[in-house]
Structures are given as structure tokens and as C-alpha cells.
């Protein structure tokens, strides 16, 4: 059973361009968040997305947009890259549940650098 | 503003040599808290989750306990393939809200 497949596993871009990430959650999951997380920090959320809808965002800008496919699987695009945009880029799945965030299971994440 | 602590940073042990790391919470309406492991270059994976006070749940040489303002991650006798970033994140608020606020980590190095 394949966990959360992320591609690229690298990806260097120059400031200004854009940059379109690609995850596949586990098997059975229907829910995908997306997490940023840079060099010795821990992560910080996306979004999450369920049935295809963004079903929460967190405090990022409109440069930061996703998609979800009806297979489950999910993109995060990223317009007008900045410096800052460097960072590994984690996508998690797990299924829909409850209130309460289910087991999450996360991907080895894309390294997005910017130059 | 709902903000998570980890401590130490860092903590360097020898093999067998028990210790604990703390996960300190300030939010409005805790749900749940969760304990994660990070190996380089790879993304976290699920150790715990804990809901309320005083509630407990071990897994081989960790146990997580939780309090009303903390949480924290023993390892007994651990072994360099424990050897890694502990995590710790809460989930709060409103049923609606599925977003996790994440700590800064603790990177655990255990010397043979």
C-alpha cells in the first residue's frame, strides 16, 4: 500500500515564477492539508481540502492557491515566488472523520527553493 | 493568540538514558494534541493523540502525558534509532476548525 506520494522531491525556481506541487494521499484518504514548513521550524498550514473544496485556509496569501481532483489527489500552486517561499513543502492526508483532526499521514515533502 | 511551546530545543543523551520533552499550550478551547516524529528529510509520523487532562497513552519507549497547560513526551531507555525531531501540535477552537498549530520541535540526539 503506497503512503502520500509528493512530487518533485527538489525543485529550485527563480523569484517571480511560479511553481505547481503535486500530492497523492494514502490509499482510502479523502482529505489532503498542505503544510509549509521552513528550515528548523515546525509546520505551518496551508489549507485543507475535502470533496474538492477548500475547507480551510490558514494565514497565507492569495499566491497560495490548490486544487483537489476527484481521484483525491491534490496541487498547491504558488504564484509570484518570493524568497521567503523556500521551504519544504509537506502534504498530509487522512480521512475526513470527526471534529477531532485525525491520524495524519504526511509525504517525504517537496524542497522548494527560490533564488 | 494560540501559540505552542516546545522545550528543549535540543537534547543530547547517552543511550539508556531516560528524559522527557515539553509541549506548553495557549489556546482557546484545546481538542486535541499530538505528538509527531520527524527524521531528516522526511515528513512527520503519527505517534499520539490526547484529548483531555490527565489522560496518558504509550507506544515501545514513549509515553505522552497531558495537562491543562502542557504536555510532555518520555522516553525511557532510549536507543539511537530514537534519534530524531519530536513535534507537538494542538488542534482548538470550533468544531469547523481542522487547522493545526505546530511547536518548533525538539531535535533528540541519543549517543551510543
Known amino acids: 500500500d503506497a503512503g502520500v506520494t509528493q512530487s518533485p522531491t527538489h525543485l529550485i525556481k527563480t523569484r517571480g515564477q511560479q511553481v505547481t506541487l503535486r500530492c497523492s494521499p494514502k490509499?482510502?484518504?479523502?482529505?489532503v492539508s498542505w503544510y509549509q514548513q521552513a528550515l528548523g521550524q515546525g509546520p505551518q498550514f496551508i489549507f485543507q481540502?475535502?470533496?474538492?473544496?477548500?475547507?480551510q485556509r490558514g494565514n497565507f496569501p492569495d499566491r497560495f492557491s490548490g486544487h483537489q481532483f476527484p481521484n483525491y489527489s491534490s496541487e498547491l500552486n504558488v504564484n509570484a515566488l518570493l524568497l521567503g517561499d523556500s521551504a519544504l513543502y509537506l502534504c498530509?492526508?487522512?480521512?475526513?472523520?470527526?471534529?477531532?483532526?485525525?491520524?495524519?499521514?504526511f509525504g517525504q515533502g517537496t524542497r522548494l527553493t527560490v533564488v | 493568540e494560540d501559540q505552542v511551546t516546545q522545550s528543549p530545543e535540543a537534547l543530547r543523551l547517552q543511550e539508556g538514558e531516560s528524559s522527557s520533552l515539553n509541549c506548553s499550550y495557549t489556546?482557546?478551547?484545546?481538542?486535541?494534541l499530538f505528538w509527531y516524529r520527524q527524521d531528516p528529510g522526511k515528513g512527520p509520523e503519527f505517534l499520539f493523540t490526547?484529548?483531555?487532562?490527565?489522560e496518558e497513552k504509550e507506544k515501545e519507549r514513549l509515553k505522552a502525558t497531558l495537562t491543562k497547560k502542557e504536555s510532555f513526551l518520555h522516553i525511557t531507555a532510549p536507543k539511537p534509532e530514537d534519534s530524531a525531531t519530536y513535534l507537538c501540535?494542538?488542534?482548538?477552537?470550533?468544531?469547523?476548525?481542522?487547522?493545526?498549530?505546530w511547536g518548533a520541535g525538539t531535535k533528540l540526539i541519543i549517543k551510543p
Open positions: 490509499s482510502g484518504h479523502d482529505t
Open positions: 490526547l484529548y483531555s487532562a490527565g
Open positions: 501540535a494542538v488542534q482548538a477552537g470550533e468544531d469547523s476548525n481542522y487547522q493545526l498549530i
Open positions: 498530509a492526508s487522512s480521512l475526513r472523520g470527526g471534529p477531532i483532526v485525525p491520524e495524519a499521514f
Open positions: 489556546v482557546s478551547g484545546l481538542r486535541g
Open positions: 481540502y475535502y470533496e474538492e473544496e477548500e475547507r
